[in-house]
């Protein structure tokens, strides 16, 4: 480890994939996987292409087919055209998919608070409320300079 390194950093590292595997945990209990809600969470901000999905969730094509597969067979998602290119289809978020992502999500946070527990979660919440903002932003960002490398 490099005397650089901000151990608080490296807790916080060690705590989030600790938590990815006590959300796993949840979403057995739910009926959903993690990387089926993370195709959930990003059919929220609209419909995409499947290849589109994969790249974001950075999976290959093969396990993203399944993950489709499945959640269209359950309801969670369905095909439409593309407006933009008749001979491929988007996937969009259902309404029975959208409950489901928000009934999973509503016991990931409950999990949360239980293990924080009420003396710590509002100073917990508000700097994770901060890093998710800080977080989107960079992504947001990358998107858009990946879209003018496209365009350039």
Known sequence: MSESTDRRAILLARAIVVLFRDFEIVARAADITVPQYRFLLFLKRGPKRAG????????????ASALIADMERRGLISREPDPEDARSVRLRLTGQGLARHAAFEAALARHLLD???PEAA???LEAT?????????KRDQASLEHVGDLIS
């Open 52 to 63: 589109d999905l994969a790249l974001q969730a950075a999976i290959g094509k093969p396990t």
């Open 129 to 137: 409320t901060t890093l998710a903002y800080l977080i989107d932003a």
């Open 122 to 124: 509002e100073t917990i």
């Open 115 to 117: 293990l924080m527990g």
